[in-house]
Nanobody, 112 residues
């Protein structure tokens, strides 16, 4: 059974940082494309970033490029999203995704 469990969300001030984690199980993590997708209150899903670790490629939405970094630890079957210089518009529920599988999300709130 595929499981994706996100953690690391919370309340942070503008300009702050957070690191999200996604613990994965039930599939071959090291050869899978992984993504982070977010949903702001009252809005649709927004793709944030993807990583194809088996070919060392990463991709970012323009809105987060230069501020967020996606990475994996294949020994721990864990996906990360390092988020720096956070803005109020980054407030959203952040979801881990691979193929048709989704985690339950972790909430990030950027506010004073």
């Amino acid at each position: 059974e595929v499981q994706l469990v996100e953690s690391g969300g919370g309340l942070v001030q503008p300009g702050g940082s957070l690191r999200l984690s996604c613990a994965a199980s039930g599939f071959t993590f090291s050869s899978s494309a992984m993504s982070w997708v977010r949903q702001a209150p009252g809005k649709g899903l927004e793709w944030v970033s993807s990583i194809y670790s088996y070919i060392s490629n990463t991709y970012y939405a323009d809105s987060v490029k230069g501020r967020f970094t996606i990475s994996t630890d294949n020994a721990k079957n864990t996906l990360y999203l390092q988020m720096n210089s956070l803005k109020s518009e980054d407030t959203a529920a952040y979801y881990c995704n691979t193929g048709m599988y989704w985690g339950r999300g972790t909430q990030v709130t950027v506010s004073l």
